[in-house]
């Protein structure tokens, strides 16, 4: 089956770790996004790649970095800079011409401990 | 920037009843509107998608409406069951730039 594959599900992460959230998707679609969602905020844009080997910055990058050097991956570090990383991960993924519709992973709960 | 807006935050109905949700965004630039559904601690889901060129699409039970002149979209939910209970949200795509813009989404909860 075609989709956006996030893992993991559940994630715990110490005081002053970096970690790294995956994202694999196989519908041969060339942009792909992250997007951190907090209660009563809605989704907020982190980071976005349009092609392989670029990335651009969105609305709340800091504290986060990405790196797309494949097709099908686009995975999220985040690092010991980011203050309050405790929040859902959502990463989705739009085919680069015609309708450009959205498709999301299942995401990933990250909790500060 | 682009806003995005959906009203109420929260519905509450009783199983059987049609309903409508509301989106309604600033910019009419807009390259596409996507409606998602969300269930707690899941992704999103995606429901319908409409062009900029398109008034509207439906999908069994579901239709969605698109007047970009006044900024505006609406889900219909026809013959509410308890199973549609979850966030809807709704998303912009402007023209230019590669993002797009989502709404904080509307709780709906069917009272079987």
């Known amino acids: 089956d075609g989709g956006i594959t996030q893992s993991p599900k559940y994630l715990f992460r110490k005081e002053g770790q970096n970690v790294t959230l995956s994202c694999e998707q196989n519908l041969n679609h060339d942009a792909m996004y992250w997007y951190r969602q907090d209660p009563g905020q809605g989704l907020r844009l982190i980071y976005y790649?349009?092609?392989?080997?670029?990335?651009q910055k969105g609305d709340i990058a800091e504290g986060y970095s990405v790196s797309r050097e494949k097709k099908e991956s686009f995975p999220l570090t985040v690092t010991s800079a980011q203050k309050n990383p405790t929040a859902f991960y959502l990463c989705a993924s739009i085919r680069g011409q015609g309708a450009r519709e959205a498709f999301f992973g299942q995401g990933t709960r990250l909790t500060v401990v | 920037k682009q806003e995005v807006t959906q009203i109420p935050a929260a519905l509450s109905v009783p199983e059987g009843e049609n309903l409508v949700l509301n989106c309604s965004f600033t910019d009419s630039a807009i390259y596409n509107l996507q409606w998602f559904r969300q269930d707690p601690g899941k992704g999103l889901t995606s429901l319908l998608l409409i062009q900029s060129s398109q008034r509207e699409q439906t999908s069994g039970r579901l239709n969605a409406s698109l007047d970009k002149s006044s900024g505006r979209s609406t889900l219909y939910i026809a013959a509410s069951q308890p199973g549609d209970s979850a966030t809807y949200l709704c998303a912009v795509r402007p023209n230019t730039g590669n993002q797009f813009y989502f709404g904080t989404g509307t709780s709906l909860t069917v009272i079987p």
């Open positions: 790649s349009q092609i392989v080997n670029d990335f």
